[in-house]
């Protein structure tokens, strides 16, 4: 059985990992317009 700990550290890792890709997808996604509108 896994303690709370290890679940609780798992599932912020998980929210970090995700929210790390979703601003690296945003930046890049800004950084094509910014150079799309040049």
């Not at 700990?5 to 990992?17: K, M, Q, R, T």
């Not at 995700?18 to 997808?25: E, G, M, P, T």
Request: glycine share 8%; proline share 3%; net charge positive.
């Amino acid at each position: 059985m896994l303690s709370p700990l290890a679940l609780e550290i798992f599932f912020l890792g998980l929210l970090g990992l995700a929210s790390l890709s979703i601003a690296w997808v945003s930046v890049i996604v800004v950084l094509r317009l910014y150079r799309g509108q040049r």
